[in-house]
Structure formats: C-alpha cells, structure tokens
C-alpha cells in the first residue's frame, strides 16, 4: 500500500475519533461545559485541518473555502490555550479580553485580501499553488511559527504554575491526581505540536522529498490516533477529567513580602500559634486541607498565612503539611501498643489518602520506608 493510501486512511479516522468525541462532550451533563466545549472545537478544528489527506477524494472546494481551511488551523492554538486555563481554574471565564487571541487570524485574512480574496477563481487557484512560495504565504506561515512556540512556551508556564499554586495550598493527593492529568495531556500535545512543527518546516523550506516527508506524515498520524484513544480512555475512567483552582488564586511569591521591620514580633507569635496549633489541634488529619481551611481554624488570614509558610518557613503547604502527617506516623509506628494497626490504617488516621503518596513522604522525610522504619524501632 501507498504512503499516499496509508496517509488517507489514518486521517480519516482521526477525524471520525475527533468529531464523534467532540459530540460526546458537547451533549454529556457536566459543570464544566466551558472546558468541553473549548476541547470539542479544538478537536473540530484539528479534524478540519487533518482532512486535507483524503477531502478532495469527495469533494472539491472552491479556492476560497480551501483558504478558509487552511487559516482555520491557526484557532488550534489559542483553543488549547483557553481549555487548558479552563481546566486550570476552576471558575474561568471567556473575556473580551480574550478576543485579542483571534487576531492572528484577523492579520492573515487582511493580508490575503487583495491577492487572493479579491482576485478571480482562476488566479486564486494559482495563488494556492504556489502559496508557500508567495510572499503572503511565507508571511503568514512564518508568524504562524513564532505564534506556536509562544503558546508552547506559556503552556508549559501555566502547567509550572499550577503546580506550585497546588503545592502552596492544597495536600490531598486528588488535586494533584488533576495535575499529573493535565501534564500528560500537555505533555502528549506538546509532541504532537513539535512533530507538527518539524513537519512543517521541512515541507515549507521548499527542499524535501515528497517520499521522506509522507513517512513523517505518517509518523505524526499514527501518533495522533494513539493520543485519540488515549484521550477517550482517561475521559472514560476520568469523567471529572479536572477540578480546578480558583482563578484568583496567587502565588505566595505574588502576594508580596510581610513587613517585618515593623511586625517581626507580630509574625513571630503567629508563627509559633501556627505550630501549637499543629501539635495540639492536629489539623493535618484532615485529608482535605487547605491553605484557606487552615487560615480559618488558625483566625489568620489568608494571604499571611500564605507568606509565613512558604516564605518565611521556607517550605510548601504540601510539606509542611506532611511533615506533621509523618511524624504523627512515626509515633504510632513506634508504639508498641498499636504494633497490630497495619500500615494502611495508620496512613489513612494521619490524613494520607494513598499509601503511594505516603510512602514517598514518608521516605522523603525519614530516609526509609513505614516497614523498615516499624522494625527498627
């Protein structure tokens, strides 16, 4: 069989894959119907875009509407873009302000106006014909590029984000389950989007062979309908798919510093109510904790609470957290009395809500594992 056939085939079900998957989230019931949407029309998109391998078997549009599709891909990245912050924050919202992610589009269909969509059939099929070689066509195919790699690049910052607002304010492993989701699906678009990339450099430079270039075409379909399965199964075994965090949610970093020139004995008490508090209250046993649950059992607010853990005590709310969880566990371990409690039980009484996260805690703050650590004590 024919690259050329191989090509046609793999795409066409790529494309059935996305639209059928893009209708399952347009009808499924859900609280996040933002975020769906914004995957479906990326998906419909991308679908219209993986349709130039085998469309023209069935139909032939007009040069215009051939046009359209090709500029219609340039609404990939900022979809993406938007269903990430979506899924990142959990009460976002499409601005106005967001519209300024469309001019790109809006650019390349000015600069298209008057030597192509203004031009009669017969040159506009001869302007698509050479339109990589055009100066519009490079132009735009150029700016394309840059555009791609900001968005890459501000993904990957908004994934590190997350990560950190998560490690600043939460402890339970569910939040973080969301996070490790939402790095693989990152992660498996960022692939995708490199070897896009990389293909459409080498088919733009005007040097390459046909035959070498269907190979990577290939590659990246093959690609694209493994990701398609593996998109369909974490939202089967994952319909929550996200939880979000509050849009408005900052950084500790972001929150500014504590005057301590002028409070430093202030923040000295409220550091140590903090650890009393720790000690005698035993918050941490709630496995649902939070920076802002802990600011309202200690009567501190939020944002200096914020600032005294992760800036002025040098640590994460995660491992400050845990700290406090594991030398809970320790105690119980060590005690003879509970020596018939096993493992698990014992995770789960100091506010563990897995024994894969404890274990790595346990083992980061102890050097061994619960087992070990029981025998020899």
């Not at 990326?42 to 139909?59: K, Q």
């Not at 938007?82 to 469309?102: G, N, T």
């Amino acid at each position: 069989m024919e690259n050329t056939s191989i090509i046609g085939i793999i795409s066409f079900i790529i494309v059935v894959l996305f639209l059928l998957f893009a209708a399952f989230l347009l009808t499924v019931k859900t609280t996040k119907k933002l975020s769906n949407k914004l995957l479906a029309s990326f998906l419909i998109i991308t679908a219209i875009d993986i349709s130039v391998f085998f469309y023209h078997n069935f139909i032939e549009l007009p040069p215009s509407i051939e046009m359209l599709r090709i500029q219609v891909s340039s609404f990939k990245d900022p979809l993406l873009f938007l269903y990430i912050l979506s899924v990142i924050y959990s009460d976002f919202k499409l601005k106005l302000k967001h519209s300024v992610l469309l001019l790109p589009w809006v650019a390349s269909f000015i600069i298209l106006l008057p030597n192509f969509f203004l031009e009669q059939k017969n040159e506009q099929f001869q302007f698509l014909l050479n339109y990589s070689e055009t100066f519009e066509g490079q132009f735009i195919i150029v700016m394309n590029r840059i555009i791609e790699v900001i968005y890459i690049i501000a993904e990957i910052y908004y994934l590190i984000r997350y990560r950190k607002l998560l490690l600043e304010n939460y402890t339970s492993k569910e939040a973080f389950y969301y996070y490790h989701w939402l790095k693989q699906l990152i992660i498996f678009i960022l692939v995708g989007q490199t070897l896009t990339f990389i293909k459409g450099t080498i088919r733009d430079s005007g040097n390459y062979n046909e035959n070498y270039v269907n190979v990577f075409r290939i590659i990246l379909l093959s690609f694209g309908l493994f990701f398609t399965f593996w998109l369909v199964f974490k939202a089967l075994i994952s319909p929550k798919l996200f939880r979000g965090i509050a849009v408005n949610l900052r950084l500790s970093k972001e929150m500014g510093t504590l005057d301590n020139s002028n409070n430093e004995t202030k923040y000295n008490k409220q550091i140590q109510h903090i650890k009393n508090f720790m000690i005698n209250e035993e918050p941490f046993l709630d496995p649902s904790l939070t920076v802002k649950s802990l600011s309202e059992k200690t009567d501190i607010p939020h944002r200096e609470l914020s600032i005294l853990i992760n800036q002025e005590l040098g640590q994460h709310f995660f491992d400050f957290i845990n700290k406090y969880r594991i030398e809970k566990a320790m105690s119980i371990l060590k005690d003879s009395s509970k020596k018939k409690q096993t493992v698990l039980e014992i995770l789960y009484e100091v506010g563990f809500n897995s024994k894969s996260s404890f274990n790595t805690a346990f083992k980061k703050h102890t050097n061994t594992t619960p087992t070990t650590y029981r025998k020899s004590h």
